[in-house]
């Protein structure tokens, strides 16, 4: 069993930059693969980034490509989602998933967060 807490939402301007951490608890976690969704009001949940449990393997959506980065700290049990640039249309709880197999383009995580409120005014 693995549970993830996000933090580091808040409001920010058009243009700013913020920082989601995601502590998981486990065993395990440095064997999981991690990653990052979003779910915008009134819009379907969308896969945002996913990391490859060695860290060597990064994968993301073309809306974030160039301003958003994911890392991770296996000693840390922690997962991060840095983001730059940050858009109007960035609003959106985000949530930390996990699972313990590859990621592939129909990956679905089994393990998820509560979620944390991104807001961008613009």
């Known amino acids: 069993q693995v549970q993830l807490v996000e933090s580091g939402g808040g409001l920010v301007q058009a243009g700013g930059s913020l920082r989601l951490s995601c502590a998981a608890s486990?065993?395990?976690?440095?064997?999981?693969?991690m990653g990052w969704f979003r779910q915008a009001p009134g819009k379907e949940r969308e896969f945002v980034e996913a990391?490859?449990?060695?860290?060597?393997?990064?994968y993301y959506a073309d809306s974030v490509k160039g301003r958003f980065t994911i890392s991770r700290d296996n000693a840390k049990n922690t997962v991060y989602l840095q983001m730059n640039s940050l858009k109007f249309e960035d609003t959106a709880v985000y949530y930390c998933?996990?699972?313990?197999?590859?990621?592939?383009?129909?990956?679905?995580?089994?393990?998820w967060g509560q979620g944390t409120q991104v807001t961008v005014s613009s």
């Open positions: 998933a996990a699972s313990s197999g590859s990621y592939h383009d129909k990956w679905r995580p089994t393990y």
């Open positions: 486990g065993r395990t976690f440095s064997s999981y693969t």
């Open positions: 990391i490859s449990w060695r860290g060597d393997r990064i």
